[in-house]
């Protein structure tokens, strides 16, 4: 699928970047003209007067307007979700007033500019969604034909969807968890997706990097993740074992398609899951398991 997000302002490449490690083809989108060959949209956080300033500059509105009544999936996020409603407390100008939802703005107040909450999101399975708020809206009343797919444990809408149509008052582009992004693009292919078989022993945040096999297929730009990447492949080393150099790079090829065997066995070393001789002439799996004598091989 080929997925555009608006780049006018706000955190576009965050959209992109995730989009890209999910296999689909995400463009920045700054002219009108781009939309022509989109077949979804996402509008991102930011700050919204600005990007509704920057809608009406840029020659956006109608085109806008126009890409979500075709009936292509577009998703706003926080900023995104202010302009794609029809009713807001507070923009000083137009958004793309489409969705019958109505949204408060900076409505968590200031005590609260930042938190995060685990949400149950209606059509999005395999348990609760981690979502970040950054001085995000909330939506007030949903209309039909827009119904409400997620609360705040007070009840308090987060995310709405009427027809091809998705708005959130969160980032989910901040955290490695696909789901939702894989949600808003089943809306286009009319769908649901089934719900991702992950190997033994990987958390959700390590999808979007692995295979059905579980060969790591990208590098994780986030440490959190790099490192239970990097402890995931220690796993397919043995206890007791001494690896060359070249038999290390061996199971590392096998485990990986990036084709970065010298950054995964650095990493490997660096953060305790390998140890070696000083000359890097021989690897074995650190810990407690090591053999005592280690010239056995
Ligand atoms: N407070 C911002 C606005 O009203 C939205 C915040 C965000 O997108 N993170 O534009």
């Not at 408060?104 to 995060?116: L, M």
Request: aromatic content about 8%; hydrophobic content about 40%; charged content about 25%.
């Amino acid at each position: 699928m080929s997925v555009g997000v608006l780049a006018l302002q706000g955190d576009f490449r965050e959209h992109r970047e995730m989009l890209d490690r999910m296999g689909h083809y995400a463009y920045e989108i700054r002219k009108p003209e781009q939309l022509r060959d989109l077949d979804a949209l996402i509008i991102p956080g930011g700050e919204s007067t600005t990007i509704a300033r920057l809608i009406i500059s840029n020659n956006f509105q109608e085109p806008l307007r126009e890409f979500c009544a075709s009936g292509r999936p577009v998703w706003g996020t926080c900023a995104g979700a202010i302009l794609l409603a029809k009713h807001v407390d507070r923009l000083d100008r137009p958004g793309i007033e489409t969705m019958d939802i109505s949204v408060v703005r900076n409505a968590f107040g200031r005590q609260v500019d930042s938190f995060e909450a685990d949400l149950e999101i209606k059509g999005v399975e395999g348990g609760p969604f981690h979502a970040v708020f950054i001085r995000a809206p909330l939506i007030d009343a949903v209309h039909h034909p827009a119904g409400a797919i997620a609360r705040l444990e007070d009840g308090t809408v987060v995310a709405a969807r009427q027809d091809n149509l998705l708005a959130t008052s969160f980032h989910p582009e901040l955290d490695d968890d696909t789901r939702l992004h894989e949600y808003f693009l089943s809306i286009g292919r009319g769908i649901q997706p089934q719900p991702r078989t992950l190997p033994e022993g990987l958390s959700h945040a390590m999808a979007p990097f692995v295979d059905e096999t579980g060969r790591l297929t990208a590098w994780p730009v986030k440490e959190r993740i790099q490192r239970e990447a990097i402890a995931w492949l220690a796993h397919r080393f043995e206890h007791g074992r001494h690896y060359t150099e070249a038999e290390v790079n061996r199971v590392l090829d096998a485990a990986h398609s990036f084709h970065d065997a010298a950054l995964l066995r650095r990493l490997l070393y660096e953060w305790g899951y390998l140890d070696r001789e000083r000359d890097g002439s021989r690897y074995w799996l650190a810990g407690p398991h090591v053999a005592e004598d280690t010239h056995a091989s």
